[in-house]
């Protein structure tokens, strides 16, 4: 029999927190996504001990979505288990999230922004978790079928039902992200985050979003801040035969392993080991070198790359000459 789950006494002591957006809620630096790791293929007993030691180390905050496992639906069950085993009792520090917008089941309802889907797809996964509600409820993305509109009152409405504290959005262009978050003010939800890809390969926020988010008072967590893995020394001599790289599964596609990308990412390499630090622990405060992003939201095989992501937070800072050696290196100067 298991021994019960006692969380450190001093989680909140080396904890970080930043303000989102113009909101009264503080998210960690660091917050764990379970996209990753967590599902019905994967082992429960390691997704234990990940929950366990992100939450011995102050991250609050659990990143889900309707669709992550694989199978779908199975990262849910499994933070479920873990939570009516083990984290009811800590429900109150907890920010848990959850999103729908891609394909979840068939037909016409179980996919995009409608309403139906979207109000149907929480209701399914706070069955799973176990819960009454969700601290941030997103629109996974975009639908361009749905009426922006009409996500938005989707959104409104789990708030105003109590299924949801927070509406967020993820994966929505500048424009659209203006559109939605006027849309959610009028109603009055108001929009807490907006959930982007950003990386040191992956830029597209800076053109424009951020500018948005800065201005409406909206925060930021970026997602896939590793680039799946490929901002880590994993590559450097190959793809291991236990790298997502290498599941069938995964985002990260061999093809993308390209030799201009590893010569990058050994340069990267260099200028972290300079600092002292993983190319990991470099590339995840570089993200947070922007006072807009509010957490940067990471995902986890072991305990030991969670310890590994919060001990970066200690170096967060960067010389000038060392932002400037990084865009030199990534071709943007």
């Known amino acids: 029999m298991m021994k019960p789950y006692v969380p450190s006494v001093d989680r909140y002591t080396p904890a970080k927190y930043r303000r989102c957006g113009r909101s009264g809620i503080q998210l960690p630096l660091v917050s764990l996504g379970l996209w990753h790791n967590f599902g019905g293929v994967d082992t429960l007993e390691n997704a234990r001990r990940m929950l366990f030691t992100a939450f011995d180390l102050g991250i609050t905050h659990f990143d889900l979505a309707n669709n992550y496992g694989p199978p779908y639906g199975s990262a849910e069950q499994t933070f479920g288990t873990v939570l009516a085993a083990d984290l009811r009792p800590y429900r109150d520090e907890l920010i848990i999230s959850t999103k729908a917008g891609y394909d979840m089941w068939p037909g016409p309802y179980g996919d995009g922004g409608s309403r139906k889907y ?123 035969g236990d790298s997502r790289a290498a599941k069938a599964y995964s985002a990260l596609k061999t093809e993308q392993i390209t030799k201009e990308k590893l010569a990058m990412v050994a340069a990267l390499n260099a200028v972290a080991g300079r600092r002292n630090q993983t190319l990991a622990q470099m590339a995840v405060v570089w993200l947070l070198r922007r006072p807009e992003i509010t957490s940067v939201l990471i995902g986890a095989s072991k305990p030991e790359q969670i310890h590994s992501c919060v001990a970066a937070l200690g170096r967060a800072e960067f010389a000038a000459e060392e932002l400037e050696e990084i865009e030199k290196i990534l071709g943007h100067n």
């Open 118 to 240: 979207l109000v149907a797809s929480l209701d399914q996964s706070l069955k799973r978790m176990g819960l009454d509600y969700v601290d941030i409820f997103y629109s996974h993305r975009p639908d361009p079928d749905t009426p922006l509109e009409e996500t938005m009152m989707a959104l409104d409405q789990v708030v105003r039902q109590g299924k949801a504290l927070y509406a967020g959005i993820s994966n929505y262009g500048a424009e659209e992200t203006d559109h939605a978050v006027a849309v959610l003010r009028e109603l009055g939800t108001p929009c807490l985050i907006h959930q982007a890809k950003y990386s040191m390969f992956e830029r597209w926020v800076e053109r424009g979003l951020l500018d948005v988010l800065k201005k409406t008072g909206t925060g930021c967590i970026a997602f896939s801040p590793l680039a799946q893995g490929l901002l880590t020394d994993r590559y450097l001599k190959g793809i291991p």
